[in-house]
């Protein structure tokens, strides 16, 4: 199988002036959308409404935001870590400075790529791999590591 | 010590699986022996063993939505959170687990419910709840053929029979031909049903030789016994196809024939065997079968000692679970007997149908501060549900108070059957509530009303009884 890990979807010292998780997700979907402006607002909504159900800031300073959008061909997969702590109204209180992204078709068709994502959230249970994560030193060394972790 | 859990999140993406990570990480670091069982997007995984189930200390389910399978663990000592606990702090799950699990059976309300609707249908397992749902799927395309044939039949009766020596009459050329297309969508009505039974076991395949069989097993002389299996019959011949064409298609077969299965191997086959078994074997004894059960429904329906009884149990099913299993049991004998030329013991199901949203509604909209706002909120959008026909209405009330909600439904349901039954009231359409009076499928819509009228009465005042002394008592 092949990877879903694309160089050019991490991304590294990202500022979210606010510190708050509205604008996180607002320059999250624009990082996403690949200038897309309608597709953008979509994701925006997307990411939204899934935080509403509940915060997906599970702890220990990572978020995993997804969104579902419906017409997607293939999933989408980010990492965007900020130059400093977004509050995300986390289940521990903690604020956030790396979110995982995921975004998935909706079509349930289309999911092949699901056991990756669960993959991807027992991974981040695991404190050894978080640790690693937020101690690579900049963006090839993210892209790097989640390459190796992913496969 | 061994626990196994559940976990179940509203999107089933990460937390689910976030959940079970944590759970077995952290139960493991405090020795315990962990099975997570996930039932993400992606379907269920993992999928905990009847044997892991019997071993198991303990039962953690953690979930935002209701799991699948609750029915499993009964007997067991259960400990329900959320995800987000988990994810929190999973050490306090385990400590909190002790003090605060529960053993299933004895918490009342939606758990017994659901545990003790499931098992009347699946005591050994998926098995038996997928034959059921095979069933149901058979009879959901073929339920509008009924309702046409119904309908058309009983209007031409309605508006142009005649009786005379040799029965009903209809000599108007109009209602005749409307009549004719009645009979027609009665015909049509067995091969959908088998063939759409078959089409749920193994897929498109099994349609044709289904659909022919049933026409098969229908066919009297065909048969050589005088009179067609029926819609015993018919389902008789959805399960064979179905699995007969399963069998078939995991067979190993040559690459080189492989395309010629589907178009012509599996038809060929299919037809021959179904038309053998039903011809030398099974068409005699199915069609007595149907005869009997035929003749056992009308001597219940005639006869007034029996028809209370008759209509009481079948009341009684439809209201049990609203539009669930059970329901959907009673209302597929009514189905049936439509198509057998029996109206009346739809007439039971019709009427008892529209009870439980009907006093729902009513309930809510007179009971004040027995409900809550939102449920007055949904008082008048559920008595439309209840006006035509759709059980499903009453689900939020049972769900959010089962205890004084579903007896009141199950009695006033049982009402109105009693009364559909003792008055002799028919319906020719396979549906309920008020709205089949209207459009005329009842024998007598005055009588049909009261029936319902009845039932929602008895209901609503039960409910409003109980729910009033429970306040009190507080």
């Known amino acids: ?57 599970f702890g220990g300073g990572i978020a995993m935001p997804h969104a579902r959008i419906r017409g997607l061909c293939d999933p989408v997969f980010a990492v965007v870590r900020f130059a400093w702590p977004v509050e995300w109204e986390a289940i521990d209180g903690e604020p956030v400075d790396l979110a995982v992204v995921a975004i998935t078709p909706a079509e349930p068709e289309k999911n092949k790529h699901l056991p990756t994502l669960a993959m991807l959230a027992r991974k981040l249970m695991n404190d050894e791999f978080v640790y690693n994560l937020k101690h690579c030193t900049d963006k090839n060394q993210l892209y790097d590591y989640m390459l190796r972790e992913m496969r | 010590m061994k626990i196994i859990g559940v976990t179940k999140c509203p999107t089933g993406i990460a937390h689910t699986y976030m959940a079970a990570e944590r759970l077995e990480i952290t139960g493991e670091k405090l020795g315990y022996e ?55 702090d999973t050490r306090q799950v385990f400590l909190d687990m002790e003090a605060k699990a529960e053993k299933m059976g004895e ?35 073929m339920i509008p053929f009924v309702v046409v044939g119904g ?21 108007s050329v109009f209602w005749n031909k409307m009549h004719q297309i009645g009979l027609l969508a009665f015909e049509l009505m067995y091969p959908i049903l088998a063939g759409f039974i078959a089409v749920s076991i193994s897929g498109r395949a099994a349609l044709a030789p289904a659909m022919l069989g049933a026409m098969i097993a229908t066919n009297g002389e065909l048969l050589g016994t ?3 299996t029926g819609f015993l019959g018919c389902i008789v011949v959805g399960y064979l196809v179905g699995y007969l064409v399963k069998g078939i298609n995991s067979m190993k ?20 065997v179904t038309a053998l078994v039903f011809i030398c074997i099974l068409g005699g004894p199915i069609a007595f079968a149907m005869r009997s059960l035929n003749g056992l429904l009308v001597y219940l329906s005639e006869n007034v000692t029996t028809a209370i009884p008759l209509g009481i149990v079948l009341g009684a099913m439809i209201g049990v679970d609203m539009g669930g299993p059970i329901n959907k049991v009673a209302f597929f004998f009514g189905v049936a007997s439509i198509a057998e030329g029996n109206l009346q013991i739809m ?6 149908i529209g009870v439980a949203p009907l006093s729902m509604g009513l309930a809510a909209l007179v009971g004040g501060k027995m409900f809550t706002k939102e449920e007055r909120g949904t008082g008048v959008y559920t008595i439309f549900m209840g006006m035509i026909g759709i059980s499903e209405g009453a689900i939020p009330f049972a769900l959010s108070d089962p205890k004084h909600v579903l007896p009141a439904v199950i009695i006033g349901s049982a009402v109105s059957g009693a009364a559909a039954a003792f008055l002799g009231v028919t319906s020719a359409a396979p549906h309920g509530g ?38 009190e008592g507080k």
């Open chain 2, 434 to 471: 008020p709205i089949i009076g209207f459009i005329g499928a009842t024998n007598h819509v005055m009588l049909y009303f009261f029936c319902i009228v009845l039932g929602v009465l008895v209901s609503t005042t039960i409910v409003l009884l109980t729910k009033s002394r429970q306040r």
């Open chain 2, 226 to 228: 005088g009179e067609g």
């Open chain 2, 253 to 272: 077969i040559p690459k080189s024939i492989k395309p010629m299965m589907p178009i012509f191997v599996i038809p060929f086959l299919g037809v021959s």
């Open chain 1, 1 to 57: 199988m092949s990877t879903i890990v694309k160089r050019e979807m991490i991304f590294d010292n990202i500022k979210v002036e606010s510190r708050d998780k509205r604008e996180a997700i607002r320059i999250i979907s624009h990082l996403c959308s690949r200038h897309n402006a309608a597709y953008e607002l979509r994701l925006i909504d997307a990411f939204r409404k899934r935080e509403l159900l509940d915060s997906t800031g």
């Open chain 2, 107 to 141: 918490t009342a309300g939606d758990d017994e419910k659901e545990a003790g609707e499931t098992s009347l249908f699946s005591s050994s397992g998926k098995e038996q709840s997928a034959v059921l749902h095979q069933l149901m799927n058979g009879a959901s395309y």
């Open chain 2, 151 to 171: 309908l058309f039949i009983s209007l031409s009766q309605a508006f142009a029979g005649e009786s005379s020596s040799n029965g009903l009459l209809i000599n």
């Open chain 2, 347 to 352: 007439g039971i199901a019709s009427a008892a």
């Open chain 2, 34 to 88: 962990m099975h997570i069982e996930t039932q993400g997007s992606q379907g269920t995984e993992n999928m905990l063993t009847a044997r892991q189930i019997a071993e198991a200390d303990y039962v953690i389910i953690a979930a935002d939505v209701a799991i699948e399978g609750i029915e499993r663990f009964r007997g067991k000592k259960i400990y329900r959170i959320s995800i987000k606990p988990v994810l929190k």
